[in-house]
């Protein structure tokens, strides 16, 4: 499995996915036609089209792609009507295969109701979508606060190992967030030093790892008492935490 991050409009990813043995293409969330078909052209085809949500920034390249390359466009059943062109309606925790790749559906509303991760466990890679980005989360759009809170608790159990491919490059400014409230977390500290290395050259900060997000994304560390003491917040519950901190975040 070969990932090529795809840059587009002023902030998103998409990312092109190749698996070699069946030379099977597909693309998930393409923001813009221009910017992704420039890496599709290299392989002079796309199969698959993957959304994980209906947001224009996500999908803006779905119908312009299906109607050069003919590909099959997939996303969540219950946005069926939001997302353009889709053909292959999945449904939560279902499995699917794009070439010999096989992911499953991980349902993960709150950024929208219908918001989903494709996960390849065997090749231990995620795409987040709008939900889990690199030391931050997506903002709570349609769901509630409890939405997102349990959909990061599921992106938790994942194998730490586990890479994760978001939709935007927040990361800068995530980092900020999480100092600002977790300035001791040492592991956050170290991350930083990759993430603004990589800023630095202009590269992608992405993808990062369930384990480093574990150690040093604000969102995914509401249990802690040292995050709920910074709050002035210590007899709160974890998902009091989260919505507190998306309210601060909102703002930030
Ligand atoms: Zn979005
Ligand atoms: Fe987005």
């Known amino acids: 499995m070969k990932i090529e991050i795809i840059k587009c409009l002023s902030d998103n990813y998409s990312y092109l996915i190749f698996e070699k043995d069946t030379n099977t293409v597909t693309i998930v969330d393409p923001s813009e036609f221009a910017a992704c078909d420039k890496v599709i052209n290299k392989y002079k085809k796309l199969d698959y089209i993957l959304n994980t949500h209906h947001h224009a ?6 119908i312009l792609l299906k109607k050069k390359y003919n590909s099959k466009i997939i996303g969540f059943d219950g946005d069926q009507k939001r997302i353009p062109g889709i053909d292959i309606l999945l449904k939560e925790n279902q499995n699917y295969k794009v070439g010999n790749l096989l992911f499953k559906v991980i349902f993960i509303p709150g950024h929208t109701r219908g918001h989903i991760a494709f996960y390849f466990e065997k090749e231990k890679i995620i795409f987040t979508g709008d ?14 606060h409890i ?3 349990n959909s990061l608790n599921k992106l938790k159990d994942l194998p730490p190992e586990t890479k994760a491919y978001c939709g935007h490059e927040y990361t800068k400014v995530n980092l900020e967030f999480c100092l600002k409230y977790d300035p001791n977390n040492s592991n956050l500290k170290k991350k930083s030093i990759e993430i603004n290395s990589n800023l630095k050259r202009n ?50």
């Not at 939900?131 to 509630?144: A, D, I, K, Q």
């Open 57 to 62: 920034d996500h999908v803006n390249g779905n």
């Open 203 to 252: 590269l992608p900060t992405i993808p990062t790892t369930i384990g480093d997000e574990l150690k040093s994304n604000i969102f995914l560390r509401c249990n802690l008492n040292v995050i709920k003491q910074a709050l002035n917040l210590k007899d709160a519950s974890d998902q009091e935490i989260f919505t507190k901190l998306r309210d601060l975040k909102d703002a930030f």
């Open 147 to 149: 939405d997102m809170f």
């Open 131 to 144: 939900t889990l980005f690199s030391l931050g989360c997506g903002r709570v759009f349609e769901g509630t």
